[in-house]
């Protein structure tokens, strides 16, 4: 869902600049070099075929190498409430010839068919909700059966992501990895 009303776009996009932005995106090419993405989605099960959603996706860090393991036969979406996130992972899609990514300018409601997602990905993005149980009432509805939420974030401790997803879901830990926490939904 690419919002169309301006006056939308500017709303949701007034938390960050595309100064911040672009800072930031500089920042995580910093951190993905120190700590590959590929850990985190292989933690998570993204591979072939699967149908990924990398919410809060930013400069497109996980949602460019996750679109490369889902080959031809998956489809990433990338959903962002920033306009430069979409415009961002759509010129980096183009310039690696990636046909398989879906982009998605949203605060929340992200369009997508209920129970049509495999896997996903909340990565370093958790912390910036201001409301939690909204967002992931949405990403419940989007998750197949037995679907994966997985969760990263380094500015929460292990207690505060599980108190967020328990307190605010259905999703329940199945898994806590090196870099991620695999919830499963009931």
Avoid: W
């Amino acid at each position: 869902m690419v919002l169309d009303d301006k006056e939308s776009v500017s709303e949701m996009a007034k938390h960050m600049s595309n100064t911040g932005f672009k800072a930031m995106a500089f920042l995580f090419k910093i951190r993905d070099k120190r700590n590959p993405p590929t850990r985190y989605l292989e933690e998570a099960g993204v591979e072939e075929g699967k149908k990924v959603l990398d919410y809060g996706c930013g400069p497109g860090s996980f949602t460019l190498p996750a679109a490369e393991l889902v080959g031809a036969k998956g489809i990433v979406f990338g959903a962002d409430i920033h306009p430069l996130a979409v415009k961002t992972i759509e010129k980096k899609a183009e310039k690696r010839g990636l046909n398989n990514i879906v982009p998605i300018l949203t605060d929340c409601d992200t369009e997508l068919e209920a129970e049509s997602i495999d896997i996903v990905l909340l990565y370093d993005v958790i912390h910036m909700f201001k409301d939690p149980e909204k967002i992931l009432t949405e990403m419940y509805r989007v998750t197949k059966k037995k679907g994966i939420l997985s969760v990263s974030n380094p500015h929460m401790k292990k207690e505060a992501i599980m108190k967020l997803i328990e307190e605010n879901s259905e999703f329940e830990l199945r898994q806590q990895h090196k870099k991620t926490f695999s919830f499963q939904k009931k």
